[in-house]
């Protein structure tokens, strides 16, 4: 179908390359899975978000923002423009001796001796109190509660116990020889290419920060339901020798087309036997990680031949990795240029029976200082840089909401949403969304959106 445009006043950037930022996040499930190298059963946690604290050794409310140097930027920084950049993590340099066991080491902070603040001095070897950070401080029945951030040479010491070099292979965007293979990992075909039919759930990022591409192709199977299944085409000339013929388009070409094959082989951990990149919530299909093993072929010009470097998938815009899937043309729109009602107006324009009909996605800010409301992105559990998928739109008790999915497929907002459920007309049948499923899709109010995000985007 093509853009409907009512005139809904909307601002729609001229010239997004060079305005619109690269998100890049990493799912913190996947890659607390990966450090503790088994597989855990998040949806039986009784405090999943404590459990996350433990393993990643950062604060929940920090997770989701790089300014506190979360552990799901790694690889990244951020710039003076408050946006995310390529780089090599800060505990890189750290001596070899700093990544035994708990063991070899003291504890980072000592506190039994702390009777005042000035104590704090020398736990946190500085002669100038003053110039410990605060992350936060909360009055509290009796009087102050401050957290304070750990010195800089503990937090690396920290991080590159938990962050091993194997670690750091595996995620990280490095030049490499050709043919990727991470320790402690295999090549290996896990299953079947659809299970049922290509659904907008079945994607789930894994721990490469490329959210943006999961969105898209999770949009792109909401929008378009068949699309997936009738541009794949299996080649080879036996049952046990097929390749998946998937075709990208070069935007700045003319958008050439590129047919780029691939066999089943994914990259599978050795430790919990589940893909370490992007898979399906659907147990043994794979076409979201085909998708994705296609996507790092194309990215790397065919480098590594069947094994290419999934980790240079990393970092990307989200409107032009749909572009790229689908060679439709791209439209931008930035929240700040446009109200909350013209934002919802947009996806309506965009919708048929409250489901979009184009590929919609939305992003985040760099950071909540990014903002222009200065928001914090832990306390509304929405996640800075990153890409989320548009599925709709819903009004009810006379407030206006744009329907989001989280690609981790978990990790709702919890401010200015809805509960219950909502219906959508999926080309021939009414399909109910639960809400409530921590399965990554909420309902978000407008004005909420316009605040925490920095961009909505579409093709068609």
Request: hydrophobic fraction near 40%.
């Amino acid at each position: 179908m093509v853009m409907v445009r009512p005139d809904v006043g909307a601002h729609e950037l001229e010239n997004p390359d060079k305005i619109v930022p690269r998100t890049a996040v990493i799912n913190p499930y996947t890659l607390a899975e990966l450090v503790a190298g088994r597989r855990i059963p998040w949806k039986r946690i009784d405090d999943a978000p404590a459990l996350l604290e433990s393993i990643l050794q950062t604060p929940y409310e920090e997770l989701f923002d790089p300014k506190f140097d979360s552990p799901l930027y790694l690889g990244f920084r951020l710039n003076k423009d408050h946006q995310l950049e390529p780089a090599e993590p800060v505990f890189s340099d750290v001596p070899d001796d700093q990544q035994g066991n708990d063991l070899d080491h003291a504890p980072d902070l000592d506190l039994s001796q702390v009777s005042t603040l000035a104590d704090l001095a020398s736990v946190f070897r500085t002669k100038d109190l003053a110039t410990v950070p605060v992350d936060r401080l909360m009055l509290v029945p009796g009087g102050i509660q401050a957290r304070l951030r750990t010195p800089e040479a503990m937090r690396n010491a920290r991080w590159a116990r938990i962050f091993s070099q194997d670690l750091i292979e595996a995620i990280i965007y490095r030049l490499r020889d050709p043919g990727f293979n991470p320790p402690n990992t295999t090549w290996t075909d896990a299953g079947d290419f659809f299970r049922e039919a290509a659904e907008f759930f079945d994607p789930v990022q894994g721990n490469v920060a490329n959210c943006y591409y999961i969105s898209a192709i999770a949009s792109l199977a909401w929008a378009h339901p068949y699309e997936i299944e009738h541009r794949t085409r299996a080649t080879g000339t036996g049952q046990q020798q097929f390749k998946n013929q998937i075709r990208f388009y070069d935007i700045d070409n003319g958008n050439a087309p590129h047919d780029i094959e691939v066999t089943d082989a994914i990259i599978i951990s050795n430790s919990t036997g589940d893909p370490v990149y992007c898979r399906s919530s659907e147990s043994g299909e794979i076409w979201p990680s085909i998708y994705e093993k296609a996507f790092a072929s194309w990215k790397t010009g065919g480098a590594g031949g069947d094994r290419p470097d999934i980790t240079a998938t990393a970092w990307g815009d989200t409107v032009r990795a749909a572009a790229e899937l689908t060679g439709l043309n791209r439209h931008y729109w930035d929240t700040a240029g446009n109200s909350a009602d013209t934002l919802w107006n947009l996806v309506r324009a965009n919708s048929l029976s409250y489901r979009t009909f184009n590929p919609m996605m939305a992003w985040t800010y760099g950071s909540g200082d990014d903002s222009p409301d200065h928001v914090n992105y832990g306390d509304a559990n929405i996640v800075a840089s990153h890409a989320y998928s548009v599925l709709g739109w819903a009004y009810q008790f006379g407030q206006k909401y744009i329907v989001l999915r989280n690609p981790w497929a978990s990790t709702e907002a919890t401010i200015g949403t809805i509960g219950g459920s909502l219906v959508f007309y999926d080309v021939s049948w009414w399909r109910p969304i639960a809400l409530g499923d921590p399965d990554g899709v909420f309902a978000l109010r407008a004005d909420v959106f316009k605040s925490y995000f920095a961009g909505l985007g579409a093709v068609s």
